[in-house]
């Protein structure tokens, strides 16, 4: 298993990214349980979030996150896996 940094982009919806938020966070969380997830959350101004997925393959770590609301309603307008190799510091999980 390898770790990925998943980009997402939102489309420019605040209204809609705040009325899915709840659940796609609910699902983040699940992840998160599984370990499938090991960090989540937005970037600067929040038209963007970083992900970092386990997987075998970018595409898995896509794969992995096709069940998230956001995806589902198409709030985000683009998603973006690249592997991350990490080597200063440990990521506990990965």
């Given at each position: 298993m390898a770790v990925f940094a998943v980009q997402y982009t939102y489309i420019?919806?605040?209204q809609r990214l705040a009325t899915f938020r709840p659940e796609h966070r609910?699902?983040?969380a699940e992840l998160l349980r599984e370990g499938t997830l090991l960090?989540?959350?937005?970037?600067d101004d929040g038209s963007e979030a970083l992900l970092i997925v386990v997987?075998?393959?970018?595409e898995e770590a896509l794969a992995k996150l096709d069940g998230d609301p956001f995806k589902r309603e198409r709030v985000i307008a683009d998603r973006v896996a690249r592997e991350w190799k990490v080597v200063i510091?440990?990521?506990?999980?990965?």
């Open positions: 420019d919806d605040a609910e699902h983040l960090l989540s959350g937005p970037l997987a075998d393959s970018a510091g440990e990521l506990h999980g990965a």
